[in-house]
């Protein structure tokens, strides 16, 4: 195993309501308690889940919660929105930032993304921020820019204590939810040119997510600059998402 640990997040997206959060919690614990402690495991409920999510997963939380996205303010008039700080009332550890359906589908700008990712840290939540480029920028030979400029757009500004304290999840688009997963090698070569892009990102995590699956986390895992996976279809069933965790941290 690498020196820095793994940490394996399962987005859920607009999947679960609360009493399939709680069931979904009541048979995954079972299946992740024997795994090395030092194996970070986090769920990203809806909203409107992460309380009976919360109760489910009681106080010592072996798995941790994560939120999906959240506002770049801490109230106000800002409807339909949610604040860092009632994500904490959840004990919410982690937020997942600029993913590619809300920069898609809500127009989430990188100066958009950056601010939340701003206010998250202030929060004391730990931001996941997502990157990853196109299937036209991929074949432009423009990945690697693309993604740093992504990177750089919404963490430039962050000083190198706060900078040192993000996850980073390197999801190509083309890869999310199309079974077809990103080859290991070309991953590990965005997740290197972030790593290395800044001091601060040395011993950050560094996620692969796009399809990732039980037969494939662990190929990933072999990966000098690639700590665990943001996991999307595959994190809804526990037993697939607990096998996935089980093949990836098995070497
Ligand atoms: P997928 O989704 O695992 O279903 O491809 C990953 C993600 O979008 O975070």
Partial sequence: MKQRPPLFVGNWKMNKNASQARSFVESFLPLVETFPSTVGIAIAPPFTALAAAAAALGSKRRVALA???????????????????MLAEFDVAYVILGHSERRLYQHESDATIGAKVRAALDAGITPILAVGESLAVREAGDAVAHVL?????????????????????????WAIGTGKNCDCDRAQEIAHAARTARNAFADIPILYGGSMKPENAAAYMKMSDIDGGLVGGASLDPRSFANLIAGAIAE
């Fill in 149 to 173: 400029a992504q990177i750089q757009a919404a963490t430039g500004d962050l000083t190198e204590e706060q900078a040192a304290r993000i996850v980073l999840a390197y999801e190509p688009i």
């Fill in 67 to 85: 939120a999906q996205t959240m506002s770049e303010f801490s109230e106000g008039a800002y409807t339909g929105e949610i604040a860092a700080p």
